[in-house]
């Protein structure tokens, strides 16, 4: 039993056993077996009476925990700005000096992420006040991490935008051969992009964008950070705009 639907139900049989002194809460252990037994004999009565206090207990932890983990989340976005709007060599889309910056955390291989790709595509296109941010965490496997490294070793030759849409608009698994395959397909320096995607720096890269996104208790992608929120999961073009200009709003 949580320590909350505890202090409710004792509340709920205060009136009939002795009270707390004034700026002291209940605590349990104070009780005899006899309080003990009649506290439960009285919630039971209180609940078969009216079954809405339990579904009013349940209804307020929950407001109670949203309203904690709002309050983490803004917490660890402030602690992570630097992290999240200024780090260099994060791939961008949009607008560069856009008002607003979406962060999206997200895996190539993630079937919501790539449902995802074409509306976050009609947004930019739309808003062209945003700026997007991509932290890629490979969190699915060794195809998410041979697809991400893919990614940035494109980057380096300005086409990390290209790979991305080459690889998550395609399902066969990758290997090494393909990958090459796809960056020649693009134009690419094959040579440079094979020493860039076992590079040091690109593994760097992978790295810290999963400390960040520990960091921020991220547990699934997408997720995206706008302004002080933190959106988890997939949700769909309208949504993201409308927390793009709540950002906005709130930043004016």
Do not use: W
């Not at 889309?93 to 009609?122: H, Q, S, W």
């Amino acid at each position: 039993m949580t320590n909350t639907l505890r202090a409710a139900l004792l509340a709920l049989a205060l009136p009939f056993t002795a009270l707390p002194q004034p700026g002291r809460a209940a605590d349990p252990s104070s009780f005899t077996p006899a309080q003990r037994d009649e506290i439960v004999r009285v919630v039971r009565q209180a609940l078969k009476a009216d079954p809405s206090i339990l579904r009013d207990a349940v209804t307020s932890m929950q407001a109670d925990d949203q309203t904690r983990e709002a309050a983490e989340s803004r917490a660890a976005i402030k602690n992570n700005q630097k992290a999240l709007l200024a780090t260099f060599g994060d791939p961008e889309a949009g607008n560069p000096n856009g008002d607003v910056t979406v962060v999206e955390f997200y895996d190539p291989r993630c079937p919501y992420c790539r449902k995802m790709l074409a509306g976050i595509d009609a947004m930019l296109q739309r808003g062209h006040g945003v700026r997007l941010v991509y932290k890629d965490i490979p969190v699915l496997g060794e195809a998410s991490v041979l697809e991400a490294k893919a990614m940035l070793a494109a980057q380096k030759q300005g086409a990390y935008l290209k790979m991305q849409t080459a690889l998550m608009t395609d399902p066969a698994q990758p290997n090494p051969d393909m990958l090459l395959q796809k960056a020649r397909g693009l134009g690419l320096d094959p040579l440079k992009f094979t020493t860039d995607v076992n590079s040091p720096g690109v593994q760097a890269k992978l790295k810290e964008n999963l400390a960040l996104s520990r960091n921020l208790k991220v547990t699934g992608t997408p997720t995206f950070v706008v302004g002080n929120t933190i959106i988890p999961g997939m949700v769909d073009a309208g949504q993201l705009e409308q927390a793009v200009a709540d950002a906005r709003k709130h930043a004016g």
